[in-house]
């Protein structure tokens, strides 16, 4: 940013976890909020806080050197002249926030996952947001890393051949961390065909947003496995992809990477067998998936053009969470996508 050049003026509804307290945690080493990736970022200024829990507040506004604070977000945004509004509250308030935000003139939005609570409120949110030129980042955080981004290229690449089979493990609910997992498919595999799914018996921590066991059938021909955890016993965030040159995993929840290669076997002649070698991409390059966020939405700002996570992406991950209660609804019926429409109701916290 040149000096003396205007700063964007951002501001946040919902000062929780994602919003501010994730960067009091003395364990994670890099900026895990949206107010700390604000505050870092020399493009940007973080004008404005809000949330209905005035001590929540109070401490967000503490911590980061905010004096402007809201626990009506309307008047927030009617008073600031926001140009980036995040989005940090639970995933029912989403559409009303985006409306508002839209009557205020701001020209980004920067929303958690997932998006919306139905379909048809997210496809409210990227029609409005089109209609107005406003850009909808949605937070699903790993598609900002350049480590996942070199997985993407590698897999669509062909370098670990022709995909044979992927199995994703996951913990703590289909629409929590699920939202995650599942968008992080369509970023490696593209679209879905379709979904076969059932209820697990691994009890997640949020009774309303289930673990769910599935199938998803993508239309590059890739079948993926869905695996749900108990978050209670250990995190678990994994993929493990097995093409016909190798096999991919990603591991510590997207932090570590382990491959190995098929070579020759020395146990069978006329076989080739999987030996763990050195990963052929570089896991250890800077990872800031929360900072790289906020700099790719100033780089969409300046250029124009839609998020690596746009609101439609949102929307499609959004789309698989719902196929998913429906099939297991159905007793693992096959839900065939696109779906237009889902009686489905996402209640994610
Ligand atoms: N991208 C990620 O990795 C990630 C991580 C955690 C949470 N999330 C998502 O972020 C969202 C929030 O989750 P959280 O864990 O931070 O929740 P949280 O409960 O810690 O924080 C949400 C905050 O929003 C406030 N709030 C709710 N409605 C409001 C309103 N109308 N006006 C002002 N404030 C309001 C609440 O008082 C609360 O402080 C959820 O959608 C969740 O799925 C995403």
Redesign the pocket.
């Known amino acids: 940013m040149q000096r003396g050049a205007k700063k964007y003026r951002a501001g946040i509804?919902?000062?929780?976890?994602?919003?501010s307290?994730?960067d009091t945690d003395p364990k994670r080493k890099t900026v895990s909020t949206h107010a700390g990736a604000y505050s870092a970022s020399d493009a940007i200024e973080l004008v404005a806080v809000?949330?209905?829990?005035e001590e929540?507040l109070v401490k967000c506004g503490r911590r980061w050197g905010i004096t402007s604070l809201y626990?009506?977000?309307k008047k927030m945004l009617a008073e600031q002249n926001l140009d980036i509004i995040s989005i940090?509250?639970?995933?029912s308030?989403?559409l009303?926030?985006v409306k508002e935000a839209l009557n205020n003139g701001v020209k980004a939005v920067f929303c958690?996952?997932?998006i919306a609570d139905a379909l048809k409120n997210a496809d409210e949110m990227v029609k409005r947001c089109d209609e107005k030129g406003v850009i909808l980042q949605i937070?699903?955080?790993r598609r900002f890393d350049r480590v996942h981004q070199s997985v993407r290229d590698y897999i669509q690449g062909g370098k670990l051949g022709n995909i044979q089979q992927a199995t994703f493990y996951y913990t703590a609910g289909i629409?929590?961390t699920g939202?995650?997992m599942l968008d992080l498919l369509r970023f490696f595999f593209g679209d879905a065909d379709w979904v076969q799914a059932l209820y697990s018996q691994v009890q997640a921590p949020n009774p309303d947003d289930p673990n769910i066991e599935g199938m998803v059938k993508f239309r590059n021909g890739v079948f993926c496995s869905l695996k749900p955890c108990d978050v209670s016993a250990y995190n678990i965030f994994e993929m493990d992809c097995l093409g016909t040159k190798g096999r991919l995993k990603i591991t510590r929840s997207g932090y570590d990477l382990e491959y190995y290669e098929a070579r020759e076997s020395d146990l069978f002649s006329g076989y080739k067998e999987l030996f763990q070698s050195k990963p052929p991409l570089n896991k250890d390059a800077p990872r800031e998936f929360m900072t790289s966020a906020v700099s790719h939405l100033v780089e969409c700002l300046k250029e124009g053009g839609q998020s690596v996570s746009s609101g439609q992406d949102g929307r499609a991950a959004l789309e698989l969470i719902c196929a998913c209660h429906e099939s297991a609804r159905a007793d693992g019926k096959r839900i065939t996508l696109p779906l237009k429409d889902s009686k489905i109701r996402i209640i994610?916290?």
């Open positions: 509804v919902g000062c929780g976890r994602i919003g307290e994730f809000s949330d209905l829990n929540k626990q009506d977000y940090c509250t639970w995933n308030t989403h009303d926030i958690e996952k997932p937070d699903h955080q629409a929590n939202s995650h994610s916290r």
